[in-house]
């Protein structure tokens, strides 16, 4: 994220904003909100994505083995 960071900070933290709103505290767990995360990653065909949304879910420790 640090090249995001660098090149478009405007948007690096409007995108830090919306995760920070996605991430509160709400209707769906943690579990759900990662394997959402999983979804879209593939999607979007972003490889590193989808390894750090599916390393967060696997820690919730509820993720199915």
Not at 2 to 31: C, H, I, Q
């Amino acid at each position: 994220m640090s090249w995001f960071n660098e090149k478009t900070p405007d948007v690096a933290k409007a995108f830090s904003e919306m995760r920070n709103s996605v991430y509160k505290e709400g209707a769906l767990d943690l579990r759900t909100k990662e394997i959402i995360s999983i979804v879209a990653s593939v999607l979007m065909r972003c490889e590193r994505c989808t390894e750090i949304h599916a390393e967060r879910a696997k820690n919730t420790g509820q993720l199915m083995k």
